[in-house]
């Protein structure tokens, strides 16, 4: 497994947009990819789960990715959420 | 809020403007009535499937008719029920016996309850949204019509909850105007009311109980108000606004086919600004006299591998055969690291605002850069095209961009391929060392651009996505206005032209000040006959006069009333 900090840097936080182009985006990896915050953890294929927990502009989270693509995955992750998911 | 219902008088939240009376045509939400449990679920199953295909396929026939960003709401609709998770957990519901109508419902009444314990002012709002999504597919299942059947023209629709499902199926030429008890000023049954225009007004407690149907109503956005069954002096009230407003809108309308003159006969050039050749014909719908902005920045998103210089000169030569003669100003790739576009490997920076980015990254990527001048050189042949460098900062860049240009044309020359050698070159100014050395970069080029949006960022050092420091961006204030000034007085002292793309070249407050700055206005095609309109009110000489008083103010706040308190006086 590996796994990474972060920040959400959109000003909206992850509303529906975001949250459905970040989903759809993870869905082509095989690994298991999670979102960690504030000690919960969502999975993070799915944009009505990561809605669901109302994750805040300026919110610290933990990306975990376990599987056999999960180095690129995280990557993706990471680099989507750091560029503020183009927005 | 205040919601209060005086006498015959309904409140509400206002989100999209306008003044309309007509009769009241009110929907009570239907109860959802479907047994529970079934026998085959198989059957429930493959009901599902079908009833998401269809779902998805009406969601993507209502898009046609929105923009972009409107058609991200409907298409984020269909993600809600394609979402791995949602689509498992109501597979799972199904083989449990449930029907395909109880399993939809509990799922996502489970998602309902979610979002409204999330604390989050956005993500409750996002209820509706599934709310819609849920009765939209249950509604598919049961074979109900979906579309509102029956309203009659002159209708002022009424209901429980808005939705964006609802509101894209209005008929516009019926439905004079919306009521909901639901809803706010960022919902997105809100952007849709005003994107198709139709005056609403929403959060009204208890409407669909109050107003019965057929009352006569007057609803008026200007104070959020709505008039059950009014007097005849509040009707001839209405009717005179209606009016009013009509008139303005004529006003407007006439400047379609009117040339773009200040109030003293000088002639001004308006163009319309387009990402994708649809925006193009917009433009062309208004009359607009070309475009005076053309981002090229779409044609390198959303896809795997770099668009080819074929597909782009088919872009352009499209564009530019459609605009017949008009110019065609093409700005060539603008992107950084703040985006994240597969097809050109950018790197992430700490700064990408100051880093590798636009006219920096092109110069440095002959790979990128080349096709793009190769297919802007070629579709050259086929109308007025004008070549646009953003971001410049040293008039070193714009050189060796010319250089760049002048090989493309040697390569085409050699392969005896047309394309216009007289190519007009001209430059985005929207930094602050370009602003200061506008005198000594405007020699090295045809035309100046003032883009206002990233000039104000950079001049005022601040960035207009933090809301702590988002007060400072304005191009109101000394700075900005002491820098367009000095832009403009440069290019005209080597007589070449000056323009403006960017929001603020629409702006009511600016344009009294740029009417004497500018040779060229560039607008999003919506804005293009209120721009027109706006700058026929005002002389040059009022003008000049206006940004002469602006450059002895100290602040921002002073310039803003002295432009209110005088343009008011020189319009009459």
């Not at chain 2, 209005?170 to 004079?176: F, I, W």
């Not at chain 2, 303005?248 to 308006?270: A, G, V």
């Amino acid at each position: 497994m590996v796994s990474e900090k972060t920040r959400l840097v959109n000003e909206q936080g992850f509303h529906m947009r975001p949250a459905t182009d970040f989903a759809n985006a993870m869905q082509k990896y095989d690994c298991d990819i999670r979102i960690e915050y504030n000690d919960n953890q969502i999975n993070a294929k799915s944009m009505m789960n990561i809605i669901a927990a109302g994750i805040r502009y300026g919110s610290d989270i933990t990306i975990m990715c376990d599987g056999k693509d999960e180095e690129k995955a995280l990557r993706e992750a990471v680099d989507l959420i750091e560029s503020g998911l183009s927005e | 809020m205040n919601q209060v219902c005086l006498n015959n008088k309904l409140f509400g939240i206002a989100v999209s403007k306008g003044i309309a009376n007509g009769k009241a045509f009110v929907i009570k939400t239907r109860e959802n009535d479907f047994s529970h449990f079934a026998d085959n679920s198989k059957l429930e199953l493959s009901r599902f499937l079908d009833a998401i295909d269809k779902f998805e396929k009406d969601n993507e026939e209502k898009a046609f008719r929105l923009n972009e960003k409107e058609r991200k709401i409907l298409l984020g609709h269909t993600a809600m029920v394609k979402d791995p998770y949602v689509f498992d957990s109501i597979k799972k519901e199904i083989e449990n016996k449930k029907t395909a109508e109880k399993a939809v419902f509990d799922v996502f009444e489970e998602y309902i309850k979610l979002f409204e314990n999330s604390n989050d002012k956005i993500t409750i709002e996002r209820c509706d949204d599934i709310k819609d999504v849920r009765n939209g597919i249950i509604e598919i299942l049961q074979n109900k019509n979906t579309k509102v059947s029956g309203i009659g023209y002159n209708s002022v629709v009424v209901v429980k909850e808005l939705t964006p499902s609802l509101i894209s199926s209005l008929d516009r030429e019926k439905v004079v105007a919306v009521i909901s008890e639901n809803g706010s000023e960022t919902s997105h049954s809100a952007i849709l009311a005003r994107t198709l225009e139709i005056p609403s007004i929403l959060s009204v407690k208890s409407a669909t109980e109050i107003i019965k149907d057929g009352d006569t109503l007057i609803v008026d956005t200007e104070n959020s108000q709505i008039t059950i069954n009014p007097s005849k002096n509040e009707i001839i009230e209405c009717e005179k606004k209606k009016e009013k407003i009509k008139a303005e809108n004529e006003k407007i309308k006439k400047y379609l086919t009117l040339p773009c003159l200040t109030k003293d006969s000088k002639r001004i050039s308006i163009y319309s600004n387009a990402g994708t050749f649809f925006d193009v014909e917009r433009g062309i719908k208004v009359n607009t006299e070309g475009v005076g902005l053309f981002r090229t920045e779409f044609l390198y998103m959303d896809r795997e591998t770099p668009i080819t210089e074929e597909e782009q000169f088919q872009i352009y030569k499209k564009c530019v055969t459609a605009l017949k003669g008009k110019p065609l100003t093409i700005r060539t790739l603008d992107i950084g690291g703040d985006k994240n576009v597969k097809s050109l490997d950018l790197k992430k920076e700490e700064n990408p605002f100051l880093g590798f980015r636009a006219i920096r990254f092109c110069l440095n990527r002959d790979d990128v850069f080349i096709p793009q001048l190769t297919a802007i050189l070629k579709a050259s042949a086929y109308g007025k095209i004008r070549i646009m460098l953003p971001l410049v900062t040293t008039a070193n860049e714009i050189l060796s961009a010319k250089e760049k240009i002048e090989c493309v044309k040697m390569t085409l020359s050699k392969k005896k391929v047309d394309f216009d050698s007289n190519i007009e070159v001209g430059i985005m100014v929207e930094t602050p060392s370009a602003a200061i050395s506008a005198e000594k970069l405007i020699k090295y080029c045809d035309f100046f651009s003032i883009g206002t949006n990233d000039l104000v960022q950079y001049i005022m050092a601040v960035d207009r996505g933090n809301k702590d420091v988002k007060y400072l961006y304005s191009p109101l204030e000394p700075a900005v206005i002491k820098a367009i000034k000095h832009i403009s007085d440069c290019a005209r002292n080597q007589n070449k032209e000056v323009g403006m793309c960017g929001e603020q070249a629409t702006d009511k407050t600016m344009i009294p000040l740029l009417v004497s700055l500018l040779d060229e206005f560039s607008v999003n095609p919506a804005f293009l006959l209120k721009t027109k309109y706006r700058i026929a009110k005002y002389t040059t000489d009022f003008s000049k006069w206006l940004v002469n008083e602006a450059l002895k103010c100290d602040t921002k706040a002073e310039i803003e009333n002295l432009v209110k308190t005088t343009s008011q006086s020189q319009k009459l």
